[in-house]
């Protein structure tokens, strides 16, 4: 399924079916469509293995790196529970 499919299928989803809210949904859409293009995974996988590497000699498998625009952290669940119970 198209990235402008899933888009417009979520707006109908959400209840927001106005034609300003589709409007936008179009040109999220449109927009999307034109970077999904441009992602290069061999330099994603050029940028991600020495973050992967530094955590394998550094840390144990237990943590996990999250890397945004503007910063760094590497976290570690000391205490961790998980359920889908309550998901709708």
């Known amino acids: 399924m198209s990235i402008r499919n899933e888009i417009l299928k979520l707006t109908a989803f959400t209840g927001f079916e106005s ?16 970077y999904v293009g ?3 995974e061999g330099t994603f996988e050029q ?23 503007d910063h760094a952290e590497i976290l570690e669940g000391i205490n961790v529970f998980s359920t889908k119970d309550y998901i709708k």
């Open 47 to 69: 940028a991600a293995r020495p973050l992967i590497k530094y955590i394998n000699e550094n840390h144990h498998i237990h943590v996990t790196a999250i890397v945004d625009s």
């Open 19 to 34: 034609k300003a809210c589709y409007a936008m949904a179009e040109e999220a859409a449109r927009i999307a469509e034109k």
């Open 38 to 40: 441009e992602i290069d």
